[in-house]
């Protein structure tokens, strides 16, 4: 078997000790797991590269934090913010940005805040603050958890802490969470795509700079498993994975991921594909 299951992990668990020697560890976001894109990846290399991938899905900022520690041999993060943070304490780290997509707000289909009346995201945002509704934030220092705080920031306002409901969840138990409760979140589009048919929650509010989401592979040239980890790298970045990322579909014919653009600079948190 050329890659080990998937399965998620927890900062008690991913903290408990050092890489598994035997297998490369990717740790990795929730919203590509949750997207079903990691088998599309991992089972192909696995089999040509006869490499076992050992995948663990958290938020983007712990996973830096277990490249850090040395816990992950390769990670695969959408937190630009904590990914050029770690870059300072980490120059010599290999970075280069894989994909992209977006955010979306999403809420229950009845809109009670009016958010799709919002004349931007801003005044969206602003509207679900001053309604009687709930928005249900990731908390998880996640990449997703970032770009909720850089909005709310930018709003100027956030809704009373009372309807500001932390799930430390990742983005399919927090969309889980919003649909139970008839509130709102942000999700990435992928992983809403993949859930929408269990869910209770419409596309509300998308489109624009400020919704654009970026993943990168980030890995430590000087670690254990560094020309594995840097393999993995290369075939996701400019290999077969590049196309598979690309062909990537789901819920009937959505593009979840679109690889980053040839020839675009890829080699800094703040690149972007357009």
Not at 8 to 23: F, I, L, N, S, W
Not at 184 to 206: C, H, I, M, N, W
Request: with cysteine; proline share 6%; net charge neutral.
């Amino acid at each position: 078997m050329a890659i080990l299951l998937a399965s998620a992990c927890t900062g008690r668990h991913c903290g408990a000790g050092p890489t598994d020697r035997g297998a490369l560890t990717l740790a990795t976001t929730t919203s590509v797991g949750n997207s079903g894109l990691l088998d599309e990846l991992l089972v192909p290399y696995g089999e040509s590269a006869g490499v076992d991938v050992r995948p663990l899905l958290v938020g983007s900022g712990l996973a830096l934090k277990m490249l850090a520690d040395g816990h992950a041999d390769l990670v695969i993060s959408h937190s630009p913010l904590a990914e050029a943070s770690a870059l300072r304490e980490h120059p010599t780290w290999d970075y280069r940005k894989l994909m992209f997509n977006d955010f979306v707000l999403v809420g229950p289909g009845d809109d009670p805040a009016n958010v799709a009346d919002g004349a931007n995201l801003i005044d969206a945002l602003r509207r679900i603050a001053a309604s009687p509704s709930r928005f249900i934030s990731r908390g998880d220092q996640s990449g997703t958890h970032e770009r909720e705080q850089q909005l709310w920031a930018r709003a100027g306002v956030t809704p009373p802490s009372g309807r500001l409901v932390t799930a430390g969840a990742g983005m399919g138990s927090t969309l889980r969470v919003a649909s139970e409760t008839a509130a709102y979140t942000l999700t990435d589009r992928a992983t809403y795509s993949q859930l929408a048919p269990g869910l209770k929650l419409v596309v509300l509010f998308e489109g624009g700079t400020l919704l654009l989401n970026t993943y990168a592979a980030v890995f430590d040239p000087n670690g254990p498993r560094a020309t594995d980890a840097a393999a993995l790298a290369q075939w996701l970045s400019d290999g077969a994975g590049r196309q598979r990322i690309e062909r990537y579909r789901i819920a009937g014919n959505v593009q979840a991921f679109r690889a980053w653009p040839e020839g675009r600079q890829r080699g800094h948190p703040g690149d972007g594909p357009f």
